[in-house]
């Protein structure tokens, strides 16, 4: 059990001459050329959570410089917006190619950056590609005019157009620094605005690769702006410079970014926290139910949005489950390497391994089991923490209720359906759910009951996330708005309705039908003459 997760001492290059960075400064410095910044704004140095040592020293950008970025923004988008959808989509498609054929130089990037094993950093790639193919093949039809039944059948013809917002800004975070910046970029990019992006610091190098791909697939300099500083501060200063805000985060956060929004009515996205719950019944093949647990659990560390922190398994095959689950656990390889041969990474840090300690700790002080884990592995690097499962966990424990955004998941045994059910909805945070069970039938009807944005059956997490044409998001506390499919790309759009009244001038001297004939029979008779026409129109089943 660790106990002070803070004292490793991390050695910078700006204060310690014996400090080097792990990456050459010459090799970074085309990159952070592109953060919007200016004199003695200052820089933040990033550290690799595999070993503490120093990455890059990070630019930082002023509220000035997210002005100034914005204005640049706004400036590229109105010439961005007028050109044909068939070259923004071009850019989209030639992203797709390019991700793939450079995946080797970002997946080291989000590795070193996140300390997430090369397995979790490839789901990365492989969001973009799927992203990028997706409304590269689909913008044109998400963004069509759309005809509507009018107010007069035959004489009222209805439009709803979707209008590019302006700028949009995403304040993205550090657990998934390509798939939460790039794939929030592509959808407001090919619906025609400009981005004004700001990526953790912690995280900046690898948004920054992404926006050198943005602009080498086609697109025109200036749509994508960078810049980078704290979520206060700089994260503070893009609400209050532009007309969507996408926000990733904690629920606490969100709201703050939501109420700032609010102000200048500023319409928003939030994808917040999850305390994401499985539940497998008792009809289960457990050695798959196990392994699909243990990917939904434990990939990238467990610091990731959507993945599984409580699981609630029918009593039946609880015991037989649970030592299938924690066997394969205790198989899952930890380490460092930019290869594949770890299944799990570090947390990424110092903050976040505190969180995973003080969670499990609470726990065991109340009473709560470990069955594997809760060991903070200092021999493998300073932020490393073996995958934990504990058991016994009380309603009072913060783990039981509060996010812990780690390897850690606890279980919990239920009689029925219905019991896992009440189990699973009884939280305000409604993200992501899992349920195993071979009748799949049955387990679309009981996915169905739960209260969260999405679900999953049998499979974790994957089968959602993957689906980019069906939309990604929370539910009460979870959330507000959804990324991918249409309605994620309708997230960055603003609506107009054109309706046309036909015939109100005549032709060849007979006289017009437009509305203006109703309202002629004056106030005493247009409308009994109109209350016919709405009985007519039930009657033959007009909508």
């Given at each position: 059990m660790a106990h002070d997760p803070g004292h490793i001492e991390l050695h910078d290059p700006e204060t310690d001459p014996l400090a080097t960075y792990v990456l050459e400064p010459d090799d970074v410095?085309?990159?952070?050329?592109?953060?919007?910044?200016?004199?003695?704004?200052?820089?933040?140095?990033?550290?690799?959570?595999?070993?503490?040592?120093?990455?890059a020293a990070i630019p930082?950008?002023?509220?000035?410089?997210?002005?100034?970025?914005?204005?640049?923004?706004?400036?590229?988008?109105?010439?961005?917006?007028?050109?044909?959808?068939?070259?923004?989509t071009a850019v989209l498609s030639r992203v797709h190619d390019l991700v793939l054929e450079r995946q080797s130089d970002v997946l080291d990037l989000i590795q070193l950056e996140s300390g997430k094993a090369r397995v979790s950093a490839f789901e990365e790639v492989c969001d973009i590609a799927l992203v990028a193919r997706h409304y590269a093949a689909r913008a044109g039809r998400y963004l069509a005019p759309r005809r509507v039944p009018g107010l007069l059948p035959g004489l009222?013809?209805?439009?709803v157009l979707r209008h590019p917002v302006g700028v949009v800004g995403i304040v993205a975070p550090w657990n998934f620094p390509l798939a939460l910046t790039l794939g929030d970029v592509l959808p407001a990019l090919v619906a025609g605005n400009a981005v004004l992006l700001r990526p953790d610091p912690q995280t900046a190098l690898t948004s920054l690769w992404a926006a050198e791909l943005m602009e080498e697939a086609g697109?025109?300099?200036?749509?994508?702006?960078v810049v980078v500083g704290d979520g206060?501060?700089?994260?503070?200063?893009?609400?209050?410079?532009?007309?969507?805000?996408?926000?990733?985060?904690?629920?606490?956060?969100?709201?703050?970014?939501?109420a700032q929004a609010?102000?200048?009515?500023?319409?928003?996205?939030?994808?917040?926290?999850?305390?994401?719950p499985m539940y497998v019944a008792e009809d289960v093949d457990v050695e798959v139910a196990a392994e699909g647990a243990v990917r939904a659990c434990f990939v990238g560390a467990g610091q990731v949005c959507v993945s599984i922190e409580r699981i609630y398994v029918h009593e039946d095959v609880a015991d037989e489950f649970t030592a299938a689950f924690v066997r394969r656990t205790?198989?899952?390889?930890?380490?460092?390497?930019?290869?594949?041969r770890s299944d799990m990474g570090s947390l990424t840090s110092a903050a976040q391994l505190a969180t995973v300690v003080e969670h499990v700790e609470d726990a065991v002080g109340h009473g709560a089991t470990v069955l594997t884990g809760a060991v903070h592995r200092t021999d493998l690097g300073p932020w490393f923490y073996e995958p934990t499962i504990l058991t016994d966990v009380p309603n009072e424990a913060r783990l039981a209720r509060e996010e812990t955004f780690g390897p850690v998941v606890s279980i919990y045994r239920v009689a029925s359906d219905d019991e896992a059910v009440a189990a699973m909805n009884d939280s305000d945070l409604g993200l992501n759910a899992s349920i195993w069970t071979a009748d799949t039938r049955r387990g679309a009807a009981i996915a169905a009951r739960v209260r969260?944005?999405?679900?999953?059956?049998?499979?974790?997490?994957?089968?959602?996330?993957?689906?980019?044409?069906?939309?990604?998001?929370?539910?009460?506390?979870?959330?507000?708005?959804?990324?991918?499919?249409?309605?994620?790309?309708?997230?960055?759009?603003?609506?107009?309705?054109?309706?046309?009244?036909?015939?109100?001038?005549?032709?060849?001297?007979?006289p017009g039908v437009g509305l203006h004939r109703l309202f002629d029979l004056g106030t005493d008779t247009w409308p009994r003459v109109y209350t016919e026409v709405l009985r007519t129109m039930k009657r033959l089943r007009l909508p």
């Open positions: 410095r085309p990159l952070l050329r592109r953060v919007v910044t200016s004199p003695r704004a200052g820089v933040f140095t990033s550290h690799a959570p595999f070993t503490g040592s120093p990455i930082l950008s002023t509220p000035d410089d997210v002005a100034r970025a914005a204005k640049n923004a706004r400036a590229a988008q109105r010439l961005w917006a007028a050109r044909p959808l068939r070259d923004r009222t013809s209805v439009r697109l025109p300099e200036g749509l994508l702006q206060p501060t700089i994260g503070g200063a893009v609400v209050e410079h532009v007309d969507h805000v996408s926000f990733t985060g904690s629920t606490r956060t969100g709201r703050v970014v939501a609010g102000e200048r009515l500023v319409p928003v996205t939030l994808e917040l926290g999850g305390k994401n205790r198989e899952v390889r930890l380490g460092s390497g930019l290869d594949y969260t944005g999405t679900v999953n059956v049998n499979e974790g997490y994957v089968a959602t996330w993957g689906s980019v044409a069906a939309p990604q998001g929370g539910v009460g506390a979870s959330g507000i708005g959804s990324r991918h499919g249409r309605e994620g790309l309708w997230e960055t759009t603003r609506v107009q309705t054109v309706a046309v009244q036909h015939g109100a001038h005549g032709v060849l001297g007979a």
